[in-house]
Every structure is written in C-alpha cells, then in structure tokens.
C-alpha cells in the first residue's frame, strides 16, 4: 500500500517495501559509533536550524542528543551489564508517537536507535512546524549518515488502521504513545507472537512542596514545567500539593509568583481556550469539593480542594491548576492511583520520598523529579527502563 | 406584554433588568444546589447586581456537561436540547409548564412587533421530519414549531412536490407571506423565480457555513430579493438555553435586544463590559429562565453594540451586531493519535 514518506525522503513509497527494506537490514551493535554520531549530528542541525528558534521544546531535545549526553546513557548502559548476559537490539521498532508533543517521536527513536534497533514511526498527516524542522534534520543528516540513518523511517498516513496492522505484524517491538483511545486502537492489531510491546497511555502529574522548606525560583520552575505544552503533556503538573504547616498561605504565594511569570514570559491563551478553561472550571465547581476559586488571568485559574477524596484527574489544560494542601506525604500517598505518572518535588528529604514511594508501592507515580524537570526525557519513563525494554537479554556464559 | 415593545430607554431597561435578574440569582441559588455552589466561589457575598453586568454569569456549555435545574424532576413539562454546531453533547434545558408558557407569550410578543397582528400564510423551508421527536426538540425543530403560531395554512418547501407548491403560491397571490427557515436552509432551498413581492422573511441559524461561502448579510439579502422580490429580511438571534428571548434584525441591519432581555459585550481580557462598538464575546441576559438557571449566559459568540436608544429604526435599547464564533483553540499535548 502506498504511504507519503518522510524520512529517509520526502516523497511516496510501497510500505510492504519499506518494511522488507528495513527487515531485511542488519541490526547495529548498542552504541555503536555510526549510532552516537547520528545522534550527535541530530543535535547539531536542530541547534544551528535558525526555525528552531522559534521552537524552544526543540532545546531540551537537542540537548538530550549531545555526544556527551548520549555518551553518559552508554556508560549507564555498560555498567548496568551483568556478567555472562549479553544486552542485544530486539530488531525492528514500530513506533506510535502523539500527534502533538511534537518532539516525542525523535526521543522514542533515539533510545530505540542507540540500543542498535532499526525503526520505523508513524505520524499523523497534521503536522506542526515543530515537526517539520525535525523531519528535516533527520533526512539531512541521515543522507550524511548513511549506515546509521539506513535503518530509520518515517511513514505518515491517516487514522487507516491496514499500513499499522502491516507494520505491527513486522516489528519485534511496538511502542505505542498517545492517549488511551489510541492505546487501544492499536493495541488490538496483532503483533508477531515473539515480539513485546511498550504502551504509554493518559497520564495526570502533579507536583508537591513542603512549606517548612521553601526553595527559590519555584514559580520559574512551574511555569516550565506546566505550560510548556499547554498543560496538556503527560507529565505537565496540574495538581499543586502543598504540605505542612503554612501550606495553604505558601501555595497562594507560589501562585501569585506563577502569574507574574506568567505575565513577564508572554505566555497567552487563544480565547477559545480560555473559554473552554473556564467552562470546565465552572463545572468543577458544581461538582467537586472546591474550597476556592482564583482567576488570575485568562491564563491562570487556581481551584483549591478541600479535599482529594474522589478526585478524579480530568483536566483541560491551558493553565488549570488544582491546589490541596495537606498535613504530610503520607496523605497523599493514600490518594495515589496508577494513572498518576510525574511527580514533581520542592523541599523533602530522600527518605521521605523513598518512604512515599514504599508506601504507594506501585499503585501510581512513575518519576519523581524536581521541580524544573518534568519534561526532562529519561530513559525511565511511565515505569518501563527503556534501554532494558528495547533490547533482549542473551544469556551466554 | 401588552405595553409597547422597544420603548424603554436603555437606562431604565438595565435598572430594571438589574433587579429582576438580582432576584433570579437568589431564586436558583435556592433551588438549584450546583449552581449555588458555583456561584457561591465565582461571586462570594453576592448580594444585588447594580448593573446588569456585575449579574454572576454562567458559560453557555455548562448546560451540555451538567444538568442545572431550579424545580423538582417530577416538574419538567419539557425538555429543549440543542447540539450546537459542533455535535458533541447537547444542551438541555428544563421547563415546567409556566416557564415554557412564558417563552411562547414573550416570543409571541417579540415577533407580533416585526410581523404584525395579522397570521400570515406560511413557508417554511425545510421538511417536516425535523420535528419527529416532540419530546426532544432539535435547534431547528423548536425553531419551526416556536414560529408555526405566527403563521397559518403552513407549506413545508422541502416536502412539497412542484405542483403543491403552485397551488400554495396561486391561492395566496393576494396577501403578503411569511418565509420562514434556517439561514444556510433558505440560502440552499428558496428557489429562484418564486414571487414572493411583498412577503416578510425571518431566518435564523447563525452564518457560519454561508461565511464559508464568503456570503455576507448584504449579499443574502439582494440574493433574497433577486431569487423572490421579498423586501423585508429579519435575521435573528438567539439560543436554545434562553428560548423566548431573541433579537431580531430592523431595517438597518441591527439585532435589538428585547424588553425582557439584554446583551453584555465583555472584553475578553479583562472581562469587563466593553465599551460600545468594541468588539468582544457575548453574553445574553433573559428575565425568563426561572425552571433553570439560564438568565445570564455567556456564549462563544463575538459581538458588539452597534447602538443605544439611537439605532435610525428609532427602536429604544440596545442592538447589536454577531460577529461569529470563537474559534475552537488547539491545545497541544499527549492527545490521541489514532483519531487523526
């Protein structure tokens, strides 16, 4: 069947051919050199794209594909080696990255490609100019990159599930992001019986801050966290906890600093957001325990619990944050559910988050990261190590 | 009702507005538990509206998400759904019978203004089949089923085989008709070469798709005369949640507020009410709502006052222009991929 392609070339292509193509290709060792100066170069044309100026979520991005950076995931990786285990690439990737975190699909590639597996990805037929600078590097670099970027491509096509059945059937591993319905959707298409799959659906994250301990640059840090993709990222914090004594005083603080960054960095809603927010907000109130509410802005609406009793995480983005303030971590923990996933931290000490994390025992929370850092890609992601997931484990003594 | 329609002076109409909805507040804080909590963390200690603006309002959406009623299950003599434009969830909207009453005699009020005492025979463009469902009446069928009463020996255009529609038009040679259909229905359906001189067409619906079509409401109307001869084209105004209330286009081009309601044009940043001539997003006042809590609603719509108490129709009060809809925002994020 005929699909657009977009990298390793713009054009048009037989996907059953694309798919032979990259079966019929080696797999390249975890690491290799090629691997390390594909992603390096990546970085390079992402830094030096005067588009990319425009788009600051490419910065972290390109960071992220540094030699340096890239290097120290390698030396994690060979000291993670265990004696008479060989750690191999599982093959053919087939990736299903979101529509609109638009730099989600290069980091699910690049792990998968590091560990030596060969990848193909599919993308929504609407694009984002984000998208399309990023599309562009690849094919570059891949022309000069040849035995790296042979490995490697992009395929779009619409929400047809025939070119996804095809490609499932050929991968040794699928990795599906994006939100449950698509999670779903895809995960109904058969997989070849020896092949595993990685599956990232909805996620709600927060952040929490102990009063005693106040820390500088918090706000800074939230907005960052928070409003970079709208609100609307999987690890975008939109439940603020605030814990200990003066929790409710420190989190209206930390909200009127949010607003003022909010103002002095120009961040601004298209007023269809904006309603929607609101309207959503209104039916918060009709329905939830909310103890207050603070419009600060169109672009900051605060809605405070009594309580998180039944809380049950839909959102709508755009600058909502629910606010809660409780006595200890350990209330928290008991509201902890498995779709929670980031959550970001101010002012506690490692054993009170290790004895958070051993309290909630699996039942939510993937990552805890300090503020600043939720939308920090790591190789430890919604629970799964991906270097682990990517490869097979040869046991050869 | 019987006073004379658009003959208060703006000041007065929002003094007296402004203590009629006052009143409402209290009545649906009282009997309407979500609403009361709603309003209770929007408007802390409201106690009396001194303008009509400072009337706590509530987004039009909510009546898709949330069922908001003011009387008792076992009362709702009816209930309005309209699915917008946009075909998620639909609105719906609780009556008893003595608020659907108080709908219909207002309307009837309203329009008997634009169209005088006299029923006239009416066409209506579009079929019947859109009123299948008496219980849950779509936008379009209670817009035909609030209109019918204005009209008699009524012509549906869409169910009518040429030589009925002959007849129709060969009896009523006479007299003046009345036209009647939604504005993209009329635009599509009323055929050219009909003689309709001296007939009163009154169209609603909004402009969304004719604007895709780049039609504007001066081209309609020359269309309109060109296709029939009718002269005099009533656009109107209005929506399902505040039925009974609209706002009906004068000769000038300017949708007037009714005696019974009102608009607030507020700027989209400050939320304020924006001053006159400055474009902002709508919200509809209506002294009616009392099953539900629909007296002051702010839309998704974009509009500003185009006159107070000067509109050269000499009709008193505010009138207004629509100016279309808020665009639908796309946030980014993790959203689904499969769907698109």
Redesign the interface.
Known sequence: MLVETLVPARGEAELEEIADRLAARPSAPPFAPELIDFCHALSRALFTDPRARRHPELVPLASFLRRASVTALADEFASDAVAGVAQVPRGLAFH???????T?FVYSLAVSLLVGNRNVV?L???R?ETTEVLIDALNAVAAEHPQAGGGLAVVSYG?ELEPSALLSRAADVRVI???D??VE??RALPLAPHATELL?G??FSLAALDASTPEEDLARRLFNDAYW??????S?PRLVVGVGDGARERLERLFDELHAEVVQRGYE????????K??YA??A???RP?R??REL??ELTVLELETLEGFDRTHP??GLFYAVALDSLDELADHVVRKDQTMTVSGFDGETLGRFVRAVNGRGIDRIVPFGEALTFGRYWDGYDLLGELTRRVHAP | MAERQYATPQAEKAARLSERLTALVHHHRAACE??R??VD??APGFSAAERVADVPH??V??FK??E?RSIPADEVFKTLTSSGTTGQQPSRVFLDRASAAAQTRTLAATMQHWLGPKRLPMLIVDTRTVLHDRAQFSARGAGILGMSPFGRDHLYLLDAEPDQVRAWLDKHREGPVLVFGFTFMVWQHLPRGVDLRGGILVHSGGWKRLVEQAVTPEAFKAEIRERTGIERVHNFYGMAEQTGTVYVECEHGALHAPDDGDVVIRD??TWDEAPRGEQG?VEVVSTLPESYPGHAL?T?DLGRVVAVDDCPCGRMGQAVEILGR????E??????????
């Open positions: 299903v990255p979101p529509s609109s975190v638009d989600m599919r929504s037929q609407r984002s929400h992001w994006g939100g319905a698509t959707t895809i990232f909805d996620r993709f709208d609100q609307m990222g999987c975008s809603l298209e007023l269809g957001a904006t309603l929607a609101r309207a209104y039916g109130l009709a329905d909310v207050a509410y802005g169109n983005g755009a | 979500p609403y909590r709603i963390r929007v509530l987004p959406s909510l998400t949330h908001l989209p940043v997003v702010l998704e808020v665009p639908k925002a946030l980014r994020g993790c959203s689904d991929t499969a769907g698109r």
